[in-house]
């Protein structure tokens, strides 16, 4: 659930807090091991990801953290709120340096099958940042058909669907589609109105 209190009432700490969770800064040397276990999770890569499946060793994905922290808007670890054991990781992929001034990012998180169950809460949270802090104007996901757990969650949340790219991902031996949804801040503020 999004905090109640409004931007100036938070203490430059309580930014990066919701309410059972905590959202910290990437380490290499500190979370690669962390991120590459995330990673291989069915839950995150293989139920997100278009890519070829493959073993995901540690040299893959500290390629893969190094692209988000210089490509994104936001790249953080989620964390319970009183313990440092990160369990998923989210980001706000940021558009090309070109594209910068249309405001878009495209939304991604990956959480441990256990904890799942925060999603909403840091999908919230990411939202709220973006909108309240980042200055963005659209907050995008692209889910692959075979995770539409993925896009139940932002459903729930209040993403709309925009369209999808009918049988574009090959896996498991069939075609699959991809949901595109989307959240604008309009969309957003009225949802908290």
Known sequence: MVSEMSDEDERPSEAFESENLSYRNYYPSEHDQTFNTIQEYASSVINFCASSSRPMDLTFTSRVAKHLQRN??????IEYYDECDPLGTLFLESSHRDMAHHRCAKLGIGM??????YEIEAIQWALN??????????????????????GKVCDEVGFQIEGKRRECFFKDGEWHDEVNMSMLKKDWVQLRA
């Open 72 to 77: 994104s808007d936001l790249f953080v670890m």
């Open 112 to 117: 441990l099958k256990e904890f799942q169950h």
């Open 129 to 150: 940042w973006a909108f309240n802090r980042a200055g963005l104007h659209r907050v995008e996901m692209n889910i692959p058909s075979w995770n539409m757990r993925l």
